[in-house]
Structure formats: structure tokens, C-alpha cells
């Protein structure tokens, strides 16, 4: 030990460096690892079900492993490039976004002649002849936990000037998942074990000619450069209500950037279409401190002698998105002993294994699984009442106040802890309480000695 003390680490310029890029790189933001949901990803299957002269018919299916991140309007755009001069005959349940250039086919004329073609979904009310199972949904995919059988979509490819046996096909590479922006990242094919099809009738089972698989994972760093929620905090025993941090999602601008945002009540909302979605799904803000899309205000609302109330509210601030099938994910160590939910369903998330301190909360369908644009119906609320474990149960150093808070996957900025709502000082009173009884006595004293 003593030979460790007296060490002395000694970093030369190149060496600082080195050890610099080590550090930003290890911890690097475009990580796509999620600690509540460590195994969440997108998992596109890839099965041949039969050959054709010139290549194959495969069903591209797209499973959702993610607990609470889901794929919403206007969906998802999946891409690839070919590894030699594929083509796309035809679809069923979904359609290339362009044709390209097929010149050199003489007859009938291929789908989709370009090298990295561009993948959608096709919109509900699709005939049914250009359908095949869990697909025409308009690109929207519910998250595992929250809709498990909404989480497929699927559609299915006619592949020309491709192999007719397993040794032939080439695996397409480069695969893009948008949803519907940037975000995903989707490592390279790879094949797997044939998949297995049940009959309907359940008693036959059949084989995929050949598969693959492509993993995509989700960061948000690589979504959007800003934050897009934040967390407000109050509590009945305190008169403070903790706004977000400023600047959370960006400052207000609109001196040099003009539209950066929008008052409450400007005329500007009334132009015919302000508030249609943009290409490339610019947000239109309503002015804040904060300038987020979503806000979400958890407030201690009651304590009784063995339970006690939160009201969370969820607050959009977009006048361009209804953000359909919202969930929110909470860490909370009372978590575990959650009582009832009295307008949100409810999910307890286990990502360490026996420890339940997080929980999903998402609307109740048709009553307010819809989250609305921003403006007098922009809100949703529930009140959760928890039981007390008296051990751990303490109002102290924003014990009641969640550790974590996601939105539709995405994690919520929270104020510093030095500024959440603090317990009332009872030391004044305290203080007060003494010096009375003191004067009291003094006065008592003083009384009896003139009183001899």
C-alpha cells in the first residue's frame, strides 16, 4: 500500500489524449443501451417461403421487443441495399416509396428497380387482395408491453435477378429503420435457423426455405440533438412548485429565429394549416421557460396515516402531434406496493430482475389513450395511490419524488435535486417553543422571589 501512495501517475501530451478519447468514447451518448429495457430492440425477420425462376418470395416481418418504445404515425420506413442487381416483382401489404429506373426490362415492369429501395406500410382499408397478416397499419407498431399483439408488422416481397437456392441469395445489407425519423441503428443479416410456420388448423407445421435476421436498436441521442420532455415537481406540504429547467429542450429565439415558438392564444394558430406535421416533423412549440413538447408534473397530493396520493399530468405543448398510444415509464422505489390506478392502466417493469420500483402507465383505450395537441384538451391525468412500507416510507430529501421518468421511451429531464420541494424547518419552532417556555419560567421565578 505504502508503494501505491507514494506513486505518481504522469500523463504526457499524447498519452492525455489517448486517455481523453478513452473516456468520451466509453461514454459515449450515442450508446443505444436502455437500463429499464437492456434487451428492447427491433428484430426484422427475413423468411424465404418459396423460389421463383429468377429469385424468391419472402414475408419480411418486423417484431417490437421494446418494452414501452412504440413506432407511431405516420409509421416506418425500412431500407437496404442490394448485394448484386435484385429487384422487387411485387408487395403485398406494403410498397416501395419509388420505382427507380427499369429501363432495361422489356414486359412487365418490376416494382422497384433501385438499388437501395424504401420501404412503407400500406394505410388501413387496404383491399384485402394486397394484404397479408399484421400488415396495413400505416406503419404503426405498438410496444411489447404495452399491446404485445399490435407489436408485428409484416409484409411480403417478390425478389428478382436474385439466387434460387440457399447458396445463391445474397444477404441485402445496410439495412435503415426510420421511425418515422432517425434514431435506429440496424446491425448487418445474419442467418438463423429456419422459422417454423403453424397451419391453421394447428396441426401441421412448415419450414422457411431459408432466414435471416436484422437487429435494430434505438438511442435517442441519435434521435433528436435536444431533450423532448421534462419533469415538474410540487407537493402539499410546500408551496413551491419546481417549473422544469430552463432551456430544457432549447431557448426561445424568435428575435433572430421568427417561429421558434408560439404564444398561448396567438393569431398565428389560426392560419389555415399551421398546424400540420412538416416533413421532417419540426414541432410547433408552444412559448415556455422550458420550450419541451411534453411536460409531465408529479405532485404529492395527500398523506395518510398508511397510504399516501400522487397526481402525475401529462402536458402537450405541440400543436402539431396527438401523440396516440403515449406511455409514460416511472422509477419509484413504492413502486412495489402501488395500491390502484384510477384513469391509467398499469405495468410493473422488472429490468433488475426481482426489484419492481418501475412502472409503465398508458390511457385507458377510448377515454384518453389519446393525447391530444396542445391547447385547452392537451392533457392527461391519474392519481396513484401507494401503500406505506413504515421502514422506507419519509418525505425527507425528495424521497416521494420519482428517481427516473420516460416518455414514450424517451427519458425526461428532471430538476436538480437541490431544488425539489423541501420539508417545512421545524427547528424554528423548536427554537420559538424553548425560548417561550424560558421566558415562562424566568417570569415564574421573578414572580415567587417577590412574592418572599
Request: glycine letters at 6%.
Amino acid at each position: 500500500m505504502e508503494g501505491l501512495n507514494s506513486r505518481r501517475w504522469c500523463f504526457t501530451s499524447p498519452m492525455l489524449v489517448v486517455f481523453t478519447l478513452t473516456i468520451v468514447f466509453a461514454f459515449s451518448p450515442t450508446g443505444a443501451y436502455d437500463p429499464l429495457d437492456p434487451n428492447g430492440n427491433i428484430t426484422i425477420k427475413w423468411d424465404v417461403i418459396s423460389w421463383t425462376p429468377d429469385g424468391y418470395v419472402a414475408v419480411v416481418t418486423m417484431y417490437n421487443f421494446q418494452q414501452y418504445r412504440h413506432i407511431q404515425a405516420p409509421g416506418w420506413s425500412l431500407g437496404w441495399t442490394w448485394a448484386k442487381k435484385e429487384v422487387i416483382w411485387s408487395m403485398v401489404g406494403a410498397q416501395a416509396t419509388q420505382q427507380g429506373d427499369c429501363s432495361r426490362f422489356k414486359g412487365n415492369i418490376p416494382h422497384c428497380c433501385l438499388k437501395t429501395p424504401n420501404v412503407v406500410d400500406l394505410l388501413p382499408g387496404t383491399p384485402y387482395n394486397q394484404q397479408i397478416a399484421n400488415c396495413c397499419k400505416g406503419g404503426v407498431i405498438a410496444s411489447w408491453a404495452q399491446d404485445p399483439i399490435n407489436a408485428v408488422s409484416a409484409f411480403q416481397v417478390s425478389v428478382g435477378s436474385a439466387g434460387t437456392s440457399n447458396t445463391t441469395v445474397r444477404l441485402p445489407k445496410n439495412f435503415t429503420l426510420k421511425a418515422p425519423g432517425p434514431g435506429y441503428t440496424c446491425g448487418p443479416a445474419k442467418k438463423v435457423k429456419s422459422s417454423l410456420f403453424l397451419s391453421a388448423d394447428g396441426r401441421r407445421f412448415t419450414q422457411a426455405l431459408m432466414t435471416w435476421n436484422v437487429t435494430c436498436t434505438y438511442s435517442q441521442f441519435l434521435a433528436q440533438k435536444t431533450p423532448t420532455c421534462c419533469v415538474s415537481l410540487s407537493s402539499f406540504y410546500n408551496d413551491t412548485i419546481v417549473p422544469c429547467p430552463v432551456c430544457t429542450c432549447g431557448c426561445q429565439n424568435n428575435i433572430t429565429q421568427p417561429g421558434t415558438c408560439v404564444e398561448q392564444g396567438s393569431q398565428v394558430l389560426k392560419t389555415p394549416g399551421i398546424n400540420t406535421p412538416t416533413k421532417n416533423f419540426a414541432p410547433l412549440i408552444q412559448c415556455t421557460p422550458h420550450m419541451c413538447p411534453i411536460r409531465i408534473h408529479w405532485h404529492v397530493k395527500l398523506n395518510y396515516k398508511a397510504y399516501w396520493r400522487v397526481k402525475v399530468t401529462v402536458t402537450n405543448f405541440n400543436y402539431r402531434m396527438n401523440y396516440s398510444q403515449w406511455n409514460i415509464v416511472a422509477q419509484h422505489p413504492n413502486f412495489d406496493n402501488i395500491t390502484q390506478l384510477f384513469s391509467f392502466d398499469y405495468k410493473p417493469l422488472t429490468p433488475y430482475g426481482t426489484i419492481n420500483d418501475t412502472a409503465m402507465l398508458w390511457g385507458v383505450k377510448y377515454y384518453n389513450d389519446m393525447l391530444m395537441e396542445a391547447g385547452p384538451d392537451g392533457n392527461v391525468q391519474s392519481e396513484i395511490l401507494f401503500q406505506k412500507d413504515m421502514q422506507t416510507f419519509t418525505f425527507k430529501q425528495g424521497w416521494a419524488f420519482p428517481r427516473r421518468i420516460y416518455f414514450n421511451g424517451d427519458d425526461c429531464v428532471l430538476p436538480p435535486p437541490d431544488a425539489y420541494p423541501w420539508l417545512p424547518n421545524r427547528s424554528t419552532s423548536l427554537q420559538i417553543e424553548k425560548a417561550f417556555i424560558f421566558v415562562v419560567s424566568l417570569l415564574v421565578s421573578v414572580s415567587l422571589l417577590a412574592s418572599l
